[in-house]
């Protein structure tokens, strides 16, 4: 089969790679319907995050059921079938409290930018859908997978309300779904923070009611202008950088939320100025799974239509391309089809 894999920075490559097997009888194989390049992958891309050997790339996917484990019960071969980044058993202690991504089992996913993948825990992973999707609607069930459900763990942790006043910093493709699930929850105003034309144009489009540019001190002091001073109720930190979390906090009002679900790189908080900030932090990878139904049937009832995210369609053999126009920010997120 066809797989992706990184051999170093800026290295990526689609290769021949040995078809997955059941190894645990809790697996399921899926023949993959759609995947795509995520915006934690430009990480290792870039070489920022150190690896040793070539590995396997990808963990956004969706796809048909081939195969399943002895142990499997409530998945079935032929069910089209969406999972998260991370799997689940969805039973323990963890689980029941909603924070699937940090299971007592979990695991996380790589090597879906292939034709074929093996999912760990399927019972607890994986979502079916009722009947197989048409083609319209993959790029936004796919979205579900992770992009969608982060941007939406994103906005549910900085606790958006009906009427709320929002701030979304980063405009990759979580942030900009983090726009539509601020929207979806009744948040009054949103304000994007972005440089980059046709980003803003989607967040636009998703429900944005104001842009920032300005980034830094400069643009703390514009939320505050468009604040009334005050800064906002909920700010979505989708970076994951030492400006992009500085900046969050400081564009709360006092007693705000922050979430946080930009993979952090470097960032050390300020014990002090969380202290005199009064803010709630709340973050980490997003329980994804919590959210998959619920989503799935948004997306199946035309509610949201968070695949508009996807600028570049390519054929999975040419991935690389994908990842480069990501890393140059030519595209939002490239999605890619075996
Ligand atoms: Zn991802
Ligand atoms: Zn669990």
């Not at 992009?147 to 958006?160: E, H, I, Q, R, S």
Request: proline share 7%; hydrophobic share 40%.
């Amino acid at each position: 089969m066809r797989g992706t894999v990184l051999y170093g920075p800026r290295d990526i490559r689609s290769e021949e790679r040995p078809e997955p097997k059941i190894i645990q009888p809790t697996d399921a194989i899926i023949s993959i319907a759609a995947t795509c390049v995520c915006g934690s992958d430009l990480w290792p891309y870039r070489g920022i995050n150190p690896f040793t050997e070539p590995t396997p790339m990808g963990h956004e996917y969706c796809g048909v059921v081939e195969d399943v484990g002895a142990a499997v019960k409530s998945i079935k071969r032929g069910q089209f079938v969406i999972g998260s980044f991370a799997t689940s058993d969805n039973t323990c202690a963890v689980c029941q409290h909603g924070y699937q991504s940090s299971c007592q089992q979990r695991e996380f996913m790589n090597s879906a930018q292939a034709t074929m993948l093996r999912v760990p825990l399927a019972d607890g992973t994986l979502v079916p859908t009722p009947g197989h999707p048409s083609a319209g609607l993959i790029p936004s069930l796919l979205a579900t997978s992770d992009v969608l459900g982060t941007g939406w763990f994103a906005a549910d942790a900085a606790n958006v309300k009906p009427g709320s006043t929002v701030v979304v910093v980063g405009d990759g493709a979580v942030g900009l779904l983090g726009v539509l699930s601020a929207k979806h929850m009744g948040a009054e105003r949103i304000i994007a923070m972005s440089r980059h034309e046709a980003r803003q144009k989607l967040a636009l489009e998703f429900g944005a009611t104001d842009i920032v540019t300005e980034r830094g001190d400069e643009g703390i002091a514009h939320i505050k202008e468009l604040t009334k001073g005050e800064g906002a109720d909920s700010v979505l930190e989708c970076v994951g950088t030492q400006e992009s979390m500085s900046q969050s906090i400081q564009s709360a009002r006092p007693g705000g939320f922050v979430s946080c679900v930009g993979v952090p790189h470097g960032v050390e908080l300020n014990g002090e100025q969380l202290f005199y900030t009064h803010v709630h932090l709340h973050g980490g990878p997003a329980p994804v799974r919590r959210y998959l139904p619920m989503l799935i049937d948004l997306v199946l009832n035309g509610e949201i239509n968070p695949g508009k995210v996807f600028d570049l369609t390519l054929p999975l053999a040419r991935v690389a391309e994908g990842y480069r126009a990501m890393d140059e920010r030519r595209a939002i997120k490239a999605l890619l089809v075996p």
